[in-house]
């Protein structure tokens, strides 16, 4: 009976404290730099300078190495739409998206003769060109340092790369229509590191940096991208990040009879508003 009564009464001081730690943990939250929100929406304007090499082969004959700006007259800066989603999942978790789509092409008179897949495109002829990209990025972040004024930590993710290319002869000039198409996907992984930190009430500053390389079956490729962020509080739940980023790839495709080889490295600045939302379980 004794014994009985000893385990009733450990019990009842046992569930008592866990009660009581319970209650604690449960009022007790966590503090979070104020940039840190559980919903973030971001859409803006992206200013891209361009570099672009591209090369199509036939597996029996070599093709012309193509500078698109300088050989095809390509325009070489442009504005585009940016547009970004992230989710806090946690105190050190977050999952992030984010798209923009580059369209470019041209009109030129060649200054030296080009080869794509076999077909020859002479010196002093008219050419139209296109390179149009799209790419989404998806990441996972995980926090290993988490302050009331700054985070750190590491990235996963993808950058899904998808392009299209072309060059057409304008006119007669061979007598017959000559032009050359050529596009793929290829999702292009990436690992990397980020950090952000709070500059008082308002202002805040982000960087991260990521890189990989990878090789799959018919496609190879190597990715190495960069940001680097500085985001002003409006009001609560609207703020303004003004940033310059930049992303340089190199990517092998092997096709049925075509082997393409793709460079293409930009950078520039971009500006966005970015509109927060939903609850959290920490405070600022």
Not at 29 to 52: C, D, H, M, Q
Not at 77 to 101: C, G, K, L, P
Not at 253 to 263: L, Q
Request: net charge neutral; with cysteine; charged share 15%.
């Amino acid at each position: 009976m004794k014994v009985l009564l000893t385990l009733v009464s450990f019990c009842s001081v046992v569930t008592s404290l866990f009660s009581q730690n319970k209650d604690s943990l449960s009022s007790h939250k966590i503090v979070l730099p104020w940039f840190v929100e559980r919903f973030k929406i971001s859409a803006g304007a992206f200013y891209v300078v361009n570099k672009t090499n591209v090369q199509l082969s036939l597996h029996d004959a070599s093709g012309t190495d193509m500078d698109f700006e300088k050989d095809l007259g390509i325009n070489k800066e442009i504005a585009t739409f940016i547009a970004d989603f992230q989710w806090q999942i946690s105190r050190r978790s977050r999952v992030a998206m984010n798209y923009y789509h580059i369209n470019r092409n041209s009109t030129h008179t060649l200054q030296k003769d080009i080869i794509v897949e076999g077909n020859t495109y002479p010196v002093n002829s008219s050419v139209s060109s296109f390179f149009n990209t799209t790419i989404y990025q998806f990441s996972y972040g995980y926090a290993i340092l988490s302050k009331p004024t700054y985070e750190a930590g590491l990235t996963i993710g993808t950058h899904v790369l998808h392009a299209n290319t072309g060059i057409s002869l304008n006119g007669v000039n061979a007598g017959a229509e000559i032009q050359n198409d050529f596009g793929f996907t290829a999702p292009l992984p990436d690992l990397g590191f980020w950090g952000a930190w709070s500059m008082g009430n308002r202002f805040a500053m982000n960087t991260s940096i990521s890189y990989f390389a990878l090789t799959l079956e018919n496609k190879s490729g190597r990715l190495l991208a960069f940001n680097l962020n500085l985001t002003y509080k409006l009001i609560d739940q609207l703020d303004l990040t003004l940033g310059y980023t930049g992303l340089d790839f190199k990517v092998d495709v092997i096709k049925t009879d075509v082997t393409g080889n793709f460079k293409w490295g930009y950078n520039g600045p971009a500006l966005t508003v970015n509109f927060s939302f939903g609850k959290k379980s920490w405070t600022h």
